[in-house]
């Protein structure tokens, strides 16, 4: 019955978008700000990967269903709305009058496929290691000392360490861990996607590509959060001027968060010791 009222209606059409449209938001936010942990270096940002795929493993997979089956809903949603749109449109292309029609709101469909493509090759390169396997298979020797794993981060020394440490190690069975005799920290691997995502911007293409593909989103964004104030209800022209801003200055904070990243990395600002 909701599905039947979900395919007939608009209205409805709309909420999914906008409901769907605030969770992908809360995602993108979220994750920014996990970004940012690149800055402050390798250990720090392997820790924050390895926290998220490996400690709250169940969870990160059940949000994992809700981003897929939000997206879902909101793409297939919005090429619906876009089809009940031109039919109820006919003579669209006779009069070209977008006066009312913003550049944003009316290239909103085309802004999204974009980024949809973004996406699936942004999974494909940072989590599937499909594209630039060379970047995804970069391994971390850590210790739990923060000290040591600065001395531990480039390969030269890791390997050396790892080989001095098996010597005298007793070799952890459970998974790649040597635990060293006396006061020595324990020495584990894990997944470098702090030396992934510094190889993968410094090839000016990707980070070319990814500059694009923000700026690009910074724009879907700004219109999508405030047409989902005005679907849920939100349409006072008091308090919209507001929500322009605030949606504007969002967005923008939004883009510079995640460009902030390929900028600093292709100009050699961070990411020096990998
Ligand atoms: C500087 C920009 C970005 C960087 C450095 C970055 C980094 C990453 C990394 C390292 C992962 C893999 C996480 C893992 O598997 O452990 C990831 C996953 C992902 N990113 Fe980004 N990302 C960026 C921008 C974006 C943007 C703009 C979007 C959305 C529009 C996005 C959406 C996703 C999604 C959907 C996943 C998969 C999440 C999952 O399955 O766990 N990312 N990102």
Redesign the pocket.
Known sequence: MILINYLKSTILSKFVMAVTGIILVLF?IG?CIG?MQLFIGRESFNSY?YF??ERIGEL?WIM?IG?ILSLIFHVVTSIRLKFLNLGAKPKKYEVKNYVKAKLTSRTMIWTGIM?FA??TY??LQ??TGTIYPGDYNRTDYYTTNAMSVKKLGSDECCTKSREATAKDAIINYRGNQYETAGNHPIISERHD?YG??IHGFRRPIVAIL?II??IL?GFHLNHAIQSAFQTLGYNNPKYFNKIVVGSTVLSTLIVLC?IS??ITIIFGLVGGGV
């Open positions: 993108i994750h970004n990967a998220l795929q990160l994992r981003l980024i973004f996406v942004h999974i940072f989590t996607a992934m995502v990814y593909g923000m989103l995640f990243l390929p």
